[in-house]
């Protein structure tokens, strides 16, 4: 597994470099009305995305940015790599040509042809909208876990990601980022919009869905509830080490060596409630108002628990 991590940091490491010689306007890209990160992503890989070919046993994870998605990727592929483990003619297609990097929108278009070649079960985290993912997906039913986060912690989140990594625009002021979050202008569009159109696919049975927040207050049963839907056979006495050696604090210990530069940056804190640092009572007023208009009658937003995270 080790090359294919070493290819992901590289990626990484060149996108910053070259994000560090671009003009400010020139870093986002828009592609379908929606922005996205010009040194990681490109219209061509998108055009190439949409013939890929899903199988039934892909493990993909789809949320929005800031919404845990490194964490709980890294769980995922725990539980891959432990599940394969325990399967002799899985164990010896476990290689290092595994996917190099592991966000579908994420390089260049041939990955998908290198991706063909992988053996089942693939890893494969997103965070596209369920449109404009390959229709394959939903076709050929493999299994998606959409992770949520509560709002405000994932704008707090992507404010100091943005300003921590120069692949993406930064923002001189915390009411400057809030405008834009706030009106869908981010990378990977609007949160709203993410939440309100997976939400339409909760009660797909290829579909399952887990909170930020209730991964962090008992990780050991999430972790369980993930590889009983991903038939995921492992121990008791495996999930458990899954769960502790996916646990945010270990994971940011670890960060350098399984994200590069960018690590410290990804796993900053990874706590709840950290939006209250940040917003004032007109922000905190105007994100009320925007959940219950387009989210809190919805399966996911009520899922959220928006009364117990996001009010002061």
């Not at 892909?58 to 790599?81: C, E, M, R």
């Not at 899985?90 to 966000?103: A, I, K, M, Q, W």
Request: aromatic share 12%.
């Amino acid at each position: 597994m080790a090359n294919h991590r070493k290819k992901f940091i590289d990626l990484l490491d060149k996108a910053m470099a070259v994000a560090d010689m671009m003009d400010h306007e020139d870093l986002l890209f828009s592609y379908k009305g929606i922005l996205y990160p010009t040194t990681v992503c490109s219209p061509e890989t998108f055009k190439a995305l949409e013939s890929f070919e899903a199988r039934r046993e892909d493990v993909i994870l789809a949320g929005y940015p800031k919404s845990g998605t490194n964490w709980v990727g890294q769980i995922l592929t725990n539980l891959v790599t432990t599940a394969a483990e325990n399967n002799e003619d899985e164990t010896n297609n476990l290689n290092d040509e595994e996917l190099e990097v592991p966000y579908f929108e994420v390089g260049d278009p041939e990955k998908y042809q290198r991706m063909e070649k992988l053996s089942s079960r693939r890893v494969i985290f997103t965070h596209l909208l369920p449109h404009n993912l390959p229709e394959s997906i939903f076709k050929n039913k493999a299994k998606i876990l959409v992770l949520v986060r509560n709002p405000k912690d994932v704008a707090t989140s992507f404010y100091h990601f943005s300003n921590g990594i120069s692949i993406l625009s930064s923002y001189e002021t915390w009411d400057e980022f809030f405008t834009a979050f706030m009106t869908g202008k981010m990378p990977w569009g609007s949160y709203f919009d993410n939440i309100c159109e997976w939400s339409k696919h909760v009660d797909d049975e290829n579909v399952m869905t887990i909170t930020y927040e209730e991964l962090k207050e008992n990780t050991a049963l999430g972790v369980k509830k993930i590889a009983e839907f991903f038939g995921l056979l492992l121990t008791e006495e495996q999930l458990q080490t899954v769960a502790e050696r996916s646990s945010f604090q270990a994971m940011k210990a670890n960060a350098q060596k399984t994200h590069g530069e960018v690590g410290n940056i990804l796993f900053r804190k990874g706590d709840v409630n950290d939006w209250k640092n940040l917003f004032n009572e007109n922000q905190n007023q105007e994100m009320d108002k925007t959940f219950e208009e387009r989210l809190a009658r919805t399966k996911l937003g009520a899922k959220i628990k928006y009364e117990v995270y996001c009010k002061t």
